[in-house]
């Protein structure tokens, strides 16, 4: 099947990168793939006004989201539904499975050894790669992450253009209770574990 969109905005999760999507992007030969970092983000505010600007510089047709980039994806969308969604791994409510006291503590714990609060992450969702420090974000970067996921409450959500995929063995996010999901057999890291899933999902939105 042929697509008749190609512009895709990527927005990864909290500490990783964009290369975290090469398998997926490696399926979609004929898409036009865009992504983004936050390094330079020290404030919850700094994220979502990112994430508006490469919105509006890419014309995206769909913006796909993971994890702490699903939550930017729905708050961008609600603002300007002009692209359609596709949500890997997001919640509406971040604080209703994590709350906000853990968070808290990770900060705390980030202005000491951020390094092992990633390590710590990784292992429970899932990620068995070896922390690289070459690529690390910076810890206010990494605490302002923290304060989107905290702070952000989709939980008025209604209705999305879009789609919304969920691991059955996510240990970290809740699928939504009054939106349309499609469930698969994953955890955390559905780019990881099941690309050709989410590419699928991408050409039968077009």
């Known amino acids: 099947m042929t697509a008749t969109f190609q512009k895709v905005l990527w927005l990864h999760g909290w500490s990783f990168s964009a290369e975290i999507w090469q398998q997926v992007h490696a399926l979609l030969p004929d898409f036009e793939h865009h992504t983004l970092t936050y390094h330079n983000c020290t404030s919850a505010e700094d994220f979502v006004s990112l ?35 596709l949500v890997l791994s997001g919640s509406l409510k971040f604080t209703e499975v994590w709350p906000a006291r853990v968070l808290q503590q990770m900060v705390r714990k980030l202005r000491h050894d951020p390094a092992k609060v990633i390590q710590d992450f990784w292992q429970h969702i899932g990620h068995e790669e070896v ?39 996510d240990p970290l996010m809740r699928p939504p209770e009054q939106l349309p999901f499609e469930v698969l057999d994953g955890g955390h890291l559905l780019m990881l574990t099941l690309p050709q899933n989410i590419a699928q999902v991408l050409r039968s939105m077009a």
């Open 51 to 85: 994430v508006q600007t490469r919105i509006a510089e890419v014309q995206p047709d769909v913006v796909v989201g993971w994890s702490l980039g699903a939550t930017l994806a729905l708050s961008c969308w609600k603002a300007n539904p002009t692209f359609q969604v």
């Open 131 to 169: 922390l690289q420090t070459r690529g690390l974000w910076p810890t206010e970067a990494l605490i302002a992450g923290l304060q989107v996921l905290q702070d952000t409450d989709h939980s008025d959500l209604t209705h999305l253009h879009g789609h919304w995929l969920h691991g059955t063995h």
